[in-house]
DNA sequence: GTCTATAGAAAGATAGAC
DNA sequence: GTCTATCTTTCTATAGAC
């Protein structure tokens, strides 16, 4: 074999990271496999490769991207939970769209979409909102007493916002709904 | 013309009712025309003579949904303000989806599709919005001081949480959403 | 592991008949 | 106003070479 060992695993990986890329940027459906490997340079046999079809990548990308996300990670040894929390918030409703970070959360970016897929994708959609909700609900109890309800009515408003945010035509409007879904946030969360 | 006098206008109606029925269950996508005409008994040839296109369709079924939305109808004489918006919220957050109407809610069905459209379904979405949330502001309003923030902040968690409980694979986690969230709401919007 | 070539299906939109 | 026929494009997935 020609290639370095870890060529098919940069491959792979590759091609999850361009397809979420381009499924978040133009949906899932207007995105051909030709364009996924168009952009690594690589064609759709090396696709088939390393995923049994397209159905199974979707799967794939949004447990790797949930991964990802900072609300799935630790909270740095140095910071208190409020403020974590508190910069985990504003970071997850920025206004600034190309602060995103490569992978952004597919809870909101696909919401509406997972309810067509096949069962497994929403299987992976339904741990990764669990997981979230749950993350909040444990960190604002390291500091108060925040009900479930709270924290899953939080969970699924901040989804929303980014989610409604993405489509309005209106920046002006953008701006205000993220900013007051911050401060509603921050007052439910008792992180005043 | 053989035709009776209304004939245009109800096969008009007729695409346009059927073409949201499939897009809400199976998404814009994944619908094709000639899905949408059988429906009704027509051909592709019936549905251009009504729509340009079916990104057109895709618009007008939004604008008409939105018109349907119980929330954007006038209040019943004999109910009082605060009744009125609890029976809105109960049933816009309704667990049996069975009961849902005709034409759901757009907003929370499209919510992250429409980020892939043209502008004019954009536009569409963007005053479906703001009409919803200024419509919620104002009823409550008149009972409270609501803040445009809290009203901002309710509305994108309605949405958020028909939008996510659809696609949640475990049932007993999407009651608690949907039950939560109402009970959040109830207490933002000062109905308790 | 990745390539090219191709099979096979389905879609949006148009043209012209009735 | 609606039909049938057709053009044209695009897509997923597979087969077999290297």
Redesign the pocket.
């Known amino acids: 074999?020609p290639?370095p060992r870890d060529?098919?695993a940069?491959?792979?990986e590759k091609l999850l990271a361009n397809a979420y890329k381009l499924f978040i940027s133009q949906g899932y459906?207007?995105?051909?496999?030709?364009?996924i490997?168009e952009g690594c340079?690589?064609?759709?046999?090396?696709?088939?490769?390393?995923f049994?079809?397209?159905?199974q990548l979707y799967s794939e990308a949004i447990v790797h991207a949930a991964r990802q996300s900072r609300l799935a990670g630790d909270k740095p040894q140095q910071l208190n939970n409020k403020t974590w929390i508190r910069e985990l918030l504003a970071s997850y409703l920025d206004k600034d769209t190309s602060a995103k970070p490569d992978w952004p959360c597919p809870l909101a970016f696909f919401a509406t979409d997972i309810a067509h897929r096949k069962a497994q994708v929403r299987g992976a959609y339904t741990n990764a909102f669990a997981s979230m909700s749950t993350h909040i609900l444990e960190q604002a109890r390291t500091y108060s007493q925040c009900s479930e309800a709270t924290a899953l009515a939080v969970t699924v408003m901040l989804i929303g916002a980014v989610a409604v945010a993405r489509t309005l035509a209106d920046e002006e409007l953008r701006r205000r709904l993220l900013e007051s879904c911050e401060q509603i946030a921050v007052a439910q969360l008792q992180l005043a």
């Open positions: 074999m290639y060529h098919a940069r491959s792979r459906d207007a995105t051909s496999i030709d364009e490997t340079q690589l064609t759709r046999g090396a696709f088939y490769g390393h049994k079809s397209k159905s």
